[in-house]
């Protein structure tokens, strides 16, 4: 497997919606593990926990949510904290309405086509084939500031992987379904679901794989100050 240099890793990290079946072994997750455990955290605490995911057990979890959503579906199965603002505004809702419009045009899926959405959005739910999947918790006593150190935690792996040649999903949509994987996995109730992820090879002709997200520049977002004139 071809390491990559940094600056590769996070130039070509990307959310993979489609996976090949190839195994990854143990001793790379627990590899990119310590990795990810190198991110900084407030006062060295560390907050993350992981649960991995493979073989029977993975199969296990996913028939059990699959089933879920079936039954229940996210009318019933609701994380516990929001991800996104519950008022949309620009140019946060462009983006995001470019994102899902840019995937689902790759996989000829139209707007009006509901069923084919929801088959999409259901293969958050298989790991998108990945061989490899992962939960990552935090304790709900714990405050904002290792919510920030769980995605440093979250974007330093992810960063690992495509670094050792893996591909990666952080899946946000595992968190409606905490009941489900609190069962599955032991998680006790004094634990919040935070997200899924997919890790594994990615499939180089799934259509969704193309998929090539736009990036706000620097000038967007950032200001400067004090530097010389250039």
């Known amino acids: 497997m071809r390491s990559l240099p940094t600056d590769e890793a996070i130039a070509t990290r990307r959310s993979v919606r489609a996976f090949l079946p190839l195994p990854v072994a143990r001793e790379t997750v627990e590899t990119l593990l310590a990795a990810a455990a190198r ?3 407030g006062s060295n605490i560390q907050p993350w926990k992981v649960r991995v995911v493979a073989g029977e057990v993975r199969d296990r979890l996913v028939r ?3 089933a879920a959503d079936e039954a229940e579906g996210t009318a019933v199965h609701k994380r ?4 996104y603002p519950v008022n949309w505004r620009e140019p946060y809702l462009g983006r995001r309405r470019k994102v899902g419009f840019d995937l689902y045009g790759l996989m ?4 009006r086509d509901l069923a084919g959405m929801a088959a999409q959005r259901r293969r958050n739910y298989e790991f998108f084939g990945a061989p490899v999947g992962l939960v990552f918790t935090l304790d709900e006593d714990l405050e904002i500031g290792s919510w920030l150190d769980l995605g440093i935690f979250i974007g330093t792996f992810v960063v690992a992987a495509r670094g050792m040649g893996l591909d990666t999903c952080p899946q946000a949509a595992f968190a409606d379904f905490h009941a489900v994987l609190r069962r599955e996995l032991g998680i ?3 634990e919040i679901v935070i997200c899924g992820m997919a890790l594994g090879h990615a499939d ?3 259509p969704e794989n193309r998929l090539a997200t736009e990036r706000a520049t620097p000038a967007e977002f950032a200001t400067f100050e004090g530097f010389p004139p250039a």
Do not use: D, M
């Open 108 to 111: 000829g899926i139209s707007r």
């Open 204 to 206: 180089p002709a799934a």
């Open 80 to 83: 516990e904290w929001n991800y």
């Open 39 to 41: 991110a900084p955290s």
């Open 64 to 66: 059990a949510v699959l």
């Open 188 to 190: 006790p109730q004094n």
